[in-house]
C-alpha cells in the first residue's frame, strides 16, 4: 500500500529542487554556489547562536552568509508565541518566499538567501532559524491475566525468530494483549499493506488503517523503498494472518494493532525535516480519528542540534504533549562524541531505543548493546538511549519489488516475503509495539506514563540495559511518571501541553481533490498532506509546493 523510507544508517542518496545543482563543500556544508542553487545541509557541524542576532541560528547559514551571502537556501522559521500567523508571515516574506506552513511547531518553511536568513534571525519575533536539512534511515500465573474484552488470543509457540520472547510479549498474546484497537503511526517510507501480515483477523480487511503521502515527489501511495514496511512488521506484522506455509512463523510485538502509514519519502527513501515535521503534523491532526497512540520514528536528521532550537525536536514534543507516545532510533553511531545529538533521538521527552544484540537465544540474561549502537549524553544533558531492545538480525516482512528486495542481498527469507536487518531501526519498532499492548490495556496512561514504566528498573530484565519485560510493565498499575522537572519548547502551552494556538491562532489549510489514480471520494480534514489514502484505496492529494530532497540512509541488511 505505500513505499518505505530508511532512517539511521550512512548510505545517502543526493537530490536536488527543479533542478537545482547540490554541491558539497569542505566544512560539511552544502552550497549551492550559483544563482537559483539551493543549499539542503549536510553539516555536522553543532548548533551555536549567531553573533549579534537574537535568536539561534543555523550555523551552517551563519558561515554561509559570510561567504556566499547571496546562496538560496531552504531555512525552517520557528516563531515565538506571541506572534500570530499574520505577522508571522510578513516576517517571512519580507526576506524570502514561503514555501511551506508548520503550525506544530509555530512556524514556516522559507526559500530566501543566506543572508536575509541571517537578517531573519535578527527579528525579535523569531524563535529559531535552522537549515532544511537532511534526514537519514537507525512465568506468570494465568490467573493474573484474564482474557482482553473484544480481543483474540494468538499462540507465540511457531514464532521463528526471538524477540518476542526476549521481550516477553508471546505470554500476554494468550490472553488477547496484542495491541487491538491501537493505533501506530509509522512515519516513514510507506507501508504495503496488501501484505497478508498486515490483514486482519479472517483476511477481511488491511490493518493498514490510512496511508498518507507527504512528499511532494512521491509517485505513489506504495512503498517502492523497503523500510516503513519492514518496520511496520516489527511493530504489528501478524503471520497468523497467513495462509500458506509460513502461517505463524513470524509475528510483530503488538500483532493485531492498527497501522497508520505516512509515508514523507520519494520513492528511492529521499526525504528532509520539512517532510517529517508535516507527517507529524498528520499524525497529530488525525490522532482522534485513527486512535493513534504511538508515533514511530526509526530516522534521524544529518545535523546535531540542541532539542531547544531543533524544529525536528519541538514537532515531536509538540506530539508527545498532545497526548502521543513517541519512540525513536537511537542511531547508529556507537560511542562517537555526538553519537546522541541527533533529532528525534536526542530530545528528552521521546523514548529513544538503542540495539542489543541477542547472541541467538531468548534469554535477555546474555544480551549486550551492538556495538553501533548509539549511546551517550545529548548536547543538552540527557542521557539516552532511555531503554534497549533487541535489534540485530532481526526478521520482518519484505515490501515486495522494493530496493530491500535485492536479489543480490543474502538477507532475503522464506523465498523473499521476508528480510532480515540490523539496526536501531529495527529495535525502536519493538518498544513501539510494546507500548500499543501497553495502551490496550491502560488506555488513559499518559505518555510519560508509558516512558515511567518503560523505563523503570522494576520492568527490566537487565537492569544495565533497561530492556523491558513486557509481562512486569504490563502488570504495573502505577508506574512512575517520567520527565519531571523538564521544560517543554516555549512554544507549548505548559497548562494543556500543546502548541498556544489561544495566542498563535494558527491556521491549518484543508485537503485538495486530485485526478487520477490519486482521486478519493471524500476531502474532509483539517490538514495538507500531499497524498492520503483509507485502506479501501481511496486516495486525495494536495497541491502543496514542492520542496528539496535530502536523503535517508538505509539500514544494515545482513
Known amino acids: ?36 542553487q539551493l543549499v539542503t545541509g549536510a553539516s555536522s557541524a553543532p548548533a551555536a547562536t549567531a553573533g549579534g542576532s537574537s535568536a539561534p541560528l543555523d550555523p551552517r547559514i551563519a558561515t554561509l552568509a559570510q561567504s556566499h551571502p547571496r546562496a538560496v537556501v531552504q531555512a525552517i522559521v520557528q516563531f515565538n508565541a506571541p506572534v500570530g500567523q499574520a505577522r508571522a508571515q510578513a516576517d517571512a516574506e519580507s526576506h524570502g518566499r514561503i514555501i511551506g506552513k508548520l503550525p506544530i511547531i509555530h512556524g514556516l518553511a522559507v526559500q530566501t538567501t543566506a543572508g536575509q536568513a541571517r537578517a531573519l534571525a535578527a527579528n525579535p519575533d523569531v524563535h529559531a532559524v535552522s537549515l532544511n536539512t537532511t534526514v537519514t534511515p537507525q512465568s506468570l500465573p494465568a490467573a493474573r491475566l484474564p482474557m482482553m474484552p473484544g480481543s483474540q488470543s494468538i499462540s507465540g509457540d511457531q514464532v521463528q525468530t526471538t524477540y518476542d520472547q526476549t521481550l516477553g510479549v508471546t505470554p500476554l498474546w494468550r490472553f488477547g494483549v496484542t495491541g487491538t484497537g491501537v493505533g501506530v503511526a509509522v512515519i516513514d517510507t510507506g507501508v504495503d499493506g496488501a501484505l497478508p501480515d498486515f490483514s486482519s483477523a479472517g483476511g477481511g480487511h488491511s490493518r493498514v488503517s490510512v496511508s498518507a503521502v507527504d512528499n511532494s515527489h512521491a509517485t505513489t501511495a506504495n512503498d517502492s523503498y523497503g523500510h516503513g514496511t519492514d518496520v511496520a512488521g516489527i511493530i504489528a506484522g501478524n503471520g497468523n494472518n497467513r495462509s ?69 525536536d519541538a514537532a515531536v514534543e509538540s506530539a508527545w504533549m498532545h497526548g502521543i507516545v513517541v519512540v525513536a532510533a537511537a542511531g547508529n553511531r556507537g560511542s562517537a562524541t555526538d553519537a546522541v545529538q541527533y533529532s528525534p533521538a536526542n530530545d528528552p521527552y521521546v523514548i529513544t531505543v538503542g540495539g542489543v544484540d541477542e547472541n541467538g537465544t531468548a534469554d535477555p540474561s546474555d544480551d549486550a548493546p551492538a556495538s553501533w549502537s548509539s549511546r551517550g549524553t545529548t548536547q543538552d544533558g540527557a542521557a539516552k538511549p532511555d531503554v534497549y531492545a533487541p535489534g540485530a538480525h532481526i526478521v520482518s516482512v519484505l515490501a515486495p ?16 516475503q521476508y528480510i532480515q536487518t540490523s ?3 529495527m529495535a525502536a519498532p519493538m518498544i513501539a509495539g510494546l507500548a500499543a499492548d501497553l495502551l490496550q490495556v491502560h488506555p488513559h496512561w499518559t505518555p510519560a506514563q508509558v516512558k515511567g514504566d518503560l523505563t523503570s528498573a522494576a520492568v527490566s530484565d537487565n537492569a544495565s540495559l533497561q530492556e523491558p ?29 500543546n502548541i498556544n494556538y489561544s495566542i498563535s491562532t494558527w491556521s491549518m489549510s484543508t485537503w485538495s481533490r486530485a485526478n487520477g489514480t490519486l482521486r478519493a471520494g471524500y476531502a474532509g480534514s483539517s490538514y495538507t498532506c500531499k497524498s492520503c489514502s483509507a485502506n479501501n484505496g481511496d486516495t486525495v492529494n494536495s497541491s502543496v509546493s514542492t520542496w528539496s530532497l535530502s536523503t535517508w540512509a538505509t539500514a544494515s541488511l545482513n
Not at 3 to 10: D, F, G, K, M
Request: aromatic residues 4%; hydrophobic residues 45%.
Open 469 to 497: 519485560n513486557a509481562v512486569k510493565a504490563i502488570l504495573n498499575w502505577n508506574p512512575p511518571v517520567a520527565d519531571q522537572g523538564l521544560t517543554p519548547s516555549k512554544l507549548i502551552n505548559t497548562a494543556t501541553g
Open 401 to 416: 519489488n522494493s530496493v530491500f528486495a535485492n536479489p543480490s542481498c543474502n538477507c532475503l527469507i522464506a523465498g523473499g
Open 423 to 425: 539496526g536501531t531501526s
Open 1 to 36: 500500500m505505500t513505499r518505505s523510507v530508511q532512517i539511521v544508517e550512512r548510505m545517502r542518496w543526493m537530490s536536488a529542487l527543479a533542478g537545482a545543482a547540490i554541491v558539497a563543500l569542505a566544512v560539511g556544508i552544502a552550497l549551492a554556489i550559483s544563482s537559483g
Open 244 to 312: 500458506d506455509a509460513l502461517h505463524g512463523q513470524y509475528v510483530g510485538v503488538a500483532p493485531n494493532a492498527n497501522l497508520i502509514s505516512v509515508k514523507v519519502s520519494d520513492e528511492t527513501g529521499a526525504t528532509n525535516v520539512l517532510d517529517v515535521i508535516y507527517g507529524l503534523q498528520f499524525a497529530v491532526t488525525h490522532q482522534t480519528e485513527y486512535n493513534i497512540r504511538v508515533i514511530n520514528l526509526s530516522l534521524d536528521s544529518a545535523t546535531p542540534q540542541s532539542a531547544k532550537v531543533d524544529p525536528l
